[in-house]
T-cell receptor, first 113, second 113 residues
């Protein structure tokens, strides 16, 4: 596609449920990044992928968070047993290679009630 | 430990004047820097970048200056337009080793008509 696409754009879930967020990067981009932005905060790094491997998972807040990328393309971020503090906008970005400009999707707004 | 800092949370500028947004970083391994603009309910939009081998990069109304010895970069917008009103984030990454982009907390620019 022309840009990075994320789905769903909005998700409301009950505390304790699992959620899956999807990111379709720009075609041909080898690097993919996940960030989140909580209300009034900056962009917090979660994880990045080079191809299908994740060299840096240091930003994942807890073991309830996991991410995978298949075929060097689509990525999913899974949050298990969601908590209210997980409420945030989750942003995905991709770049042609490492260390070049990254382009963001429109984000998924997650609300845990 | 905030490696990228934007010390001004907000800035107001008259239309037609220059807007100067500042950013400081602490990690000497950072050698690629980017500026993003973000409107509410949208993902960040890439504006302009600069490599550490340069001290200036221009693109239309936007110019980024890098002072490596001071670990400081700035974004100049000339002339400022009301449509420039948004939150501006600077980001930095090394181009070897781990490639995650570290973002500042953002500066909200308001351009007054």
């Amino acid at each position: 596609g022309a840009g990075v696409s994320q789905s769903p754009s909005n998700k409301v879930t009950e505390k304790g449920k699992d959620v899956e967020l999807r990111c379709d990067p720009i075609s041909g981009h080898t690097a993919l990044y996940w960030y989140r932005q909580s209300l009034g905060q900056g962009l917090e790094f979660l994880i990045y992928f080079q191809g299908n491997s994740a060299p840096d998972k240091s930003g994942l807040p807890s073991d309830r968070f996991s991410a995978e990328r298949t075929g060097g393309s689509v990525s999913t971020l899974t949050i298990q047993r969601t908590q209210q503090e997980d409420s945030a906008v989750y942003l995905c970005a991709s770049s042609r290679t490492m260390g070049t400009e990254a382009f963001f999707g429109q984000g998924t707004r997650l609300t845990v009630v | 430990d905030q490696q990228v800092k934007q010390n001004s949370p907000s800035l107001s500028v008259q239309e037609g004047r220059i807007s100067i947004l500042n950013c400081d970083y602490t990690n000497s391994m950072f050698d690629y820097f980017l500026w993003y603009k973000k409107y509410p309910a949208e993902g960040p939009t890439f504006l302009i970048s600069i490599s550490s081998i340069k001290d200036k990069n221009e693109d239309g109304r936007f110019t980024v200056f890098l002072n490596k010895s001071a670990k400081h970069l700035s974004l100049h917008i000339v002339p400022s337009q009301p449509g420039d009103s948004a939150v501006y984030f600077c980001a930095a990454t090394p181009t070897s080793g781990t490639y995650k982009y570290i973002f500042g907390t953002g500066t909200r620019l308001k351009v007054l008509a």
